[in-house]
């Protein structure tokens, strides 16, 4: 490209501060599953505290964070271009007061219906079982956490299209911080996996707070008003109907596998929970990344009727998550039972854990790389307002998510409900990236073509290079914690240098990631 104008947006380093805040995340969040690993194991309470967490995760992730930003954020984007700042600011105005509404009468439901609402996540498998009445008591403490995370997504949606990425990228540290302290303190409780219940309410509040700061330095910390008719409200709930369907989607294939896991032994609900922590690496530190800084700056060119910024700007998005998911699928895929020994076998997480949490990561990997690029391609769709396309492929995708966990949950158990994910998640990609291909608004670079020829070949390469040094998978539940983790720390350390060493020979440099519009 040439050279940047000054009011051009550096969207790599953007996209690096908000990975950065999202690694950070994700690392303490493993340092958190470290202890409630060998706190809870996966045993019954364990499954009823994933499960009760899993509520109103489940529900933010369908009313807030991706499903609202993508129908709030093209119409934010269009007040910043086209509108003045006090327009912009009336318009977050009457949002907040409404979302903010909305929310307590979601959240006062939830937590008194916390019962049905276990009842439908477990199918009445657990009615007989000590874990319904726990989950359900963790439930109803919990499910006003969606509230003040949804609230917190909103806030972070604003300074995003304003472009500020930082608060909003380390904000999710705090929660793992406030975990880690829950579970240092749940024996001063009398039933100590409440104090961690409290703890997931409390880090809520405290995510919420942490954005008033950034807010009120960009003039955005207005008082709400609630107020239906504002043609910008309008315009969002038109968009917001597709897109919380389209994010259903996800969810309810997040759903079908929490039941058919509830299901199943002992444990199962757990083991999948632990895989799943593992998707958050690549997806959180990649995906997420590039979506959080590609949605509005996809929405601004949109505005200036730039195709070839914005057919430039997906190139780049798609670049990036072939060169960093591939290699981290073919990472977790070889190296599953080391890093879940390494990360989780102490206190009551037994060596069965450890090969039963693996045989899921193994099974998830193989939708890393499609789960990373749905979150790039989905923006070309919403920063246009297109939200009935990603809605019709998500539908699709749920279908066939239901129909593989079906078809293999009975065979391979948890592990077929992770494959059955993978399967759909690859589904899901195919029809994004046709579509966006059809309507000429992406076309692929030849630097996309030789970065996923160098990528091809340096997974491959990394993939060898890790069976041949990688030992027996058994031996990893007898090593010392220590060697477990130097062990580790080498095989990954050697994997990822022969992986930018291929690239560099194919002709791969830091500048090819770089990126403004």
């Given at each position: 490209m040439s050279d940047a104008t000054p009011d051009q947006i550096d969207l790599s380093a953007k996209g690096s501060v908000v990975a950065a805040g999202t690694a950070l995340s994700r690392v303490t969040g493993l340092v958190r599953d470290i202890f409630l690993s060998a706190f809870l194991g996966a045993t019954a309470a364990a499954d009823a505290f994933h499960l009760a967490f899993r509520i109103p995760n489940f529900f933010r992730r369908l009313l807030a964070e991706g499903a609202f930003a993508q129908a709030f954020v093209p119409v934010l984007s269009e007040y910043r271009e086209k509108g003045t700042l006090a327009s912009a600011q009336q318009f977050v105005r009457v949002m907040s007061g409404n979302f903010a509404g909305f929310l307590v009468v979601v959240c006062g439901l939830g937590s008194s219906g916390a019962a049905l609402l276990v009842l439908l996540f477990t199918l009445g498998a657990w009615q007989s079982d000590m874990r319904f009445e726990l989950a359900t008591d963790l439930a109803q403490i919990m499910f006003?956490?969606?509230?003040?995370?949804?609230?917190?997504?909103?806030?972070?949606?604003?300074?995003?299209?304003?472009?500020?990425?930082?608060?909003?990228?380390?904000?999710?540290?705090?929660?793992?911080?406030?975990?880690?302290?829950?579970?240092?303190?749940?024996?001063?409780?009398?039933?100590?996996?409440?104090?961690?219940?409290?703890?997931?309410?409390?880090?809520?509040?405290a995510q919420l707070l942490l954005q008033f700061p950034s807010l009120f330095r960009t003039r955005f910390l207005v008082v709400p008003r609630v107020d239906f008719k504002h043609a910008g409200v309008r315009k969002v709930l038109l968009l917001l109907g597709p897109a919380v369907l389209a994010a259903s989607a996800s969810q309810i294939n997040v759903l079908v596998g929490t039941i058919l896991a509830s299901q199943l032994v002992v444990g199962s609900v757990s083991w999948i929970y632990f895989a799943e922590r593992f998707l958050a690496l690549p997806i959180g530190t990649v995906a997420i990344a590039l979506r959080t800084v590609i949605l509005p700056s996809l929405s601004r060119i949109y505005q200036?009727?730039?195709?070839?910024?914005?057919?430039?700007?997906?190139?780049?998005?798609?670049?990036?998550?072939?060169?960093?998911?591939?290699?981290?699928?073919?990472?977790?895929?070889?190296?599953?039972?080391?890093?879940?020994?390494?990360?989780?076998?102490?206190?009551?997480?037994?060596?069965?854990?450890i090969w039963m949490s693996a045989a899921a990561v193994r099974a998830y990997s193989v939708g890393v790389l499609p789960m990373v690029l749905i979150l790039i391609a989905a923006p070309g769709f919403f920063a246009r307002q297109n939200t009935k396309t990603p809605l019709k492929y998500a539908l699709i995708s749920v279908a066939a998510n239901v129909c593989a966990c079906l078809g293999l949950f009975w065979w391979l158990g948890h592990v077929g409900i992770a494959f059955g994910t993978s399967v759909a998640s690859i589904l899901q990609c195919y029809l994004l990236y046709r579509r966006l291909l059809g309507d000429g608004v992406y076309r692929p670079s030849r630097a996309l073509f030789r970065a996923a020829v160098a990528c091809l070949a340096g997974s491959a390469v990394m993939a060898l290079t890790l069976v041949q040094l990688s030992p027996d998978a058994a031996l990893w539940a007898s090593l010392d914690e220590m060697e477990r983790i130097l062990r580790l720390a080498c095989l990954v350390g050697v994997g990822l240098m022969v992986y930018l060493l291929v690239l560099f020979m194919l002709g791969v440099r830091p500048r090819h990631v770089l990126h403004r519009v």
């Open positions: 006003p956490y969606l509230g003040f995370m949804a609230l917190t997504a909103f806030a972070a949606s604003v300074l995003n299209s304003y472009d500020r990425y930082a608060v909003p990228a380390f904000t999710p540290v705090l929660l793992n911080v406030v975990l880690v302290l829950s579970v240092l303190a749940a024996p001063l409780h009398p039933e100590p996996i409440f104090m961690l219940a409290w703890g997931v309410l409390a880090a809520g509040f200036s009727n730039s195709i070839n910024d914005f057919s430039s700007t997906l190139d780049w998005g798609t670049r990036l998550g072939l060169l960093l998911g591939l290699p981290a699928a073919v990472g977790l895929y070889f190296l599953a039972e080391p890093i879940i020994a390494t990360i989780y076998h102490r206190g009551v997480f037994e060596a069965a854990d």
